[in-house]
């Protein structure tokens, strides 16, 4: 099924996950899956080779996984480090596998490896997949703007070249304050980007994601997060709770002002997305 006809029925809950690094056992992943499944989500895209963790040949055994469990896998598809006929080769497993929603990305570029050249940005993948096949076609958005943009409005007249493309829906990179979506949402909205815009939500839930979020990710921290994390941060079990419900009260808000659907990071942990799923079941997701 195509992602895209979902939002024409309600307020989509979709889940993230990432096939195992190259030296752990692949069964992790199907245990973890196994266990995702019972929550029911409307989709579970897999990440593809994020961070560079060399992962991407996984992708596909897991989106078909996924596909077998009943649930509609999408498959994320970075192209800056591959040529026309890397692509093309992954889209032959694509196909053979009936996978038909495809999360179009740039990915990040390795300051070690000199980037291919057949493709420059994910608009320029959306109009490559345009031609190949009649997929479903998501892209990435930034309500803090692209690390890589000079400046918002740049960030927002290239995200709309994506769309024009063929980029059908958005999921947006993970962000902790709510206002920060709507104000991006405004943006968007204004510019004609008229496609409907998943929030990405990721709970944080232990002290080593803190540290990454904040040297890596460039999430603005509120007042409010900053301070469950000092007063959690060296008690597992209550920085846990705290993240879920961080999470769940964020995805509350997003619902009560209109969001198209929520996508939630769920880092592979099948125990917070059941808490989570449990306590916004009757919110998003509902037929
Ligand atoms: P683009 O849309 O190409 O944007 C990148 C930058 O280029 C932006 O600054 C943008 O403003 C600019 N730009 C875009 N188009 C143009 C244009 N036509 N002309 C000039 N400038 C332009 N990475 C992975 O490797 N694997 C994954 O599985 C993965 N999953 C992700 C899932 C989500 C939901 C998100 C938000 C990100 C994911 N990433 C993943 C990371 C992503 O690849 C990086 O954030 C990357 O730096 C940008 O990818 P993009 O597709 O948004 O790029």
């Known amino acids: 099924m195509r992602i895209t006809e979902l939002f024409k029925k309600k307020t989509v809950f979709s889940f993230e996950v990432f096939p195992p690094k190259n030296d752990s056992p692949v069964d992790v992943i199907y245990n973890t899956l196994e266990e995702l499944k019972n929550l029911s989500p409307d989709f ?25 469990y009943g649930i509609i896998p999408m498959i994320h598809l970075p192209c800056i480090n591959y040529t026309k006929s890397e692509i ?3 889209l032959a497993e694509i196909d053979a596998r009936g996978i038909e929603n495809i999360l179009a990305l740039r990915g990040d570029v390795n300051p070690d490896i000199p980037p291919k050249t057949d493709f420059s940005h994910a608009s320029d993948l959306v109009t490559y997949l345009r031609s190949k096949g009649n997929y479903d076609i998501a892209g990435a958005c930034y309500p803090e703007v692209h690390p890589d943009a000079a400046n918002a409005v740049e960030d927002i007249k290239n995200l709309k070249i994506k769309v024009e493309s063929g980029a059908e829906h958005l999921i947006s990179q993970l962000f902790f304050d709510n206002s920060s979506f709507y104000d991006f949402r405004e943006k968007a909205t204004i510019a004609g980007i008229n496609v409907p815009i998943e929030a990405g939500i990721m709970p944080v839930v232990n002290k080593k994601q803190i540290e990454r979020m904040v040297t890596t990710c460039g999430a603005s921290l509120p007042k409010k997060f900053v301070r469950i994390m000092q007063k959690y941060g060296d008690n597992p079990d209550a920085l846990r709770d705290a993240g879920i419900a961080y999470a769940v009260d964020q995805i509350v808000d997003l619902a009560a002002n209109g969001v198209d659907g929520i996508h939630l990071y769920t880092m592979n942990k099948p125990y917070v997305a059941k808490r989570i799923s449990e306590a916004v079941s009757g919110i998003v997701g509902a037929d």
């Open 88 to 90: 093309d080769s992954t």
């Open 44 to 68: 579970i895209s897999v990440t593809f080779s994020a961070g560079g963790s060399g992962n991407g040949h996984l992708a596909c055994d897991v989106a078909s996984k996924i596909k077998e």
